[in-house]
């Protein structure tokens, strides 16, 4: 039975951090498409970031130098690193994993981030 487990949200203020961690059973990460989904009230999921099975990554024009995904084998977990927060990152924000970009893949049950100004 595959399970992606989230934790890490919470409630920070504009500028600060938060570490999100997405840690996998059932699935082993480094074989799979890790992405960092959010849905912020009223609009779309959007992609966040990505990292494929050779560790290359993508991130969002929105995001890109502010958060990391990374991940660790050894703990089979996936993690999206999250800097200079600001207000429009509020969202609930959702892991993936898949083993081709075809397939739907697996979620887990997402955390709330919430910004603060």
């Known amino acids: 039975q595959v399970q992606l487990v989230e934790s890490g949200g919470g409630l920070v203020q504009a500028g600060g951090s938060l570490r999100l961690s997405c840690a996998a059973s059932?699935?082993?990460?480094?074989?799979?498409?890790a992405g960092w989904y959010r849905q912020a009230p009223g609009k779309q999921r959007e992609l966040v970031a990505s990292?494929?099975?050779?560790?290359?990554?993508n991130y969002a024009d929105s995001v890109k130098g502010r958060f990391t995904i990374s991940r660790d084998n050894a703990k089979n977990t996936v993690y999206l690193q999250m800097n200079s927060l600001k207000p429009e990152d509020t969202a609930v924000y959702t892991c993936?994993?898949?083993?081709?970009?075809?397939?739907?893949?697996?979620w887990g049950q997402g955390t709330q981030v919430t910004v603060s100004s």
């Open positions: 993936n994993m898949r083993w081709r970009t075809y397939q739907s893949g697996y």
């Open positions: 990292m494929s099975t050779d560790a290359s990554t």
């Open positions: 059932g699935i082993i990460v480094s074989m799979n498409v």
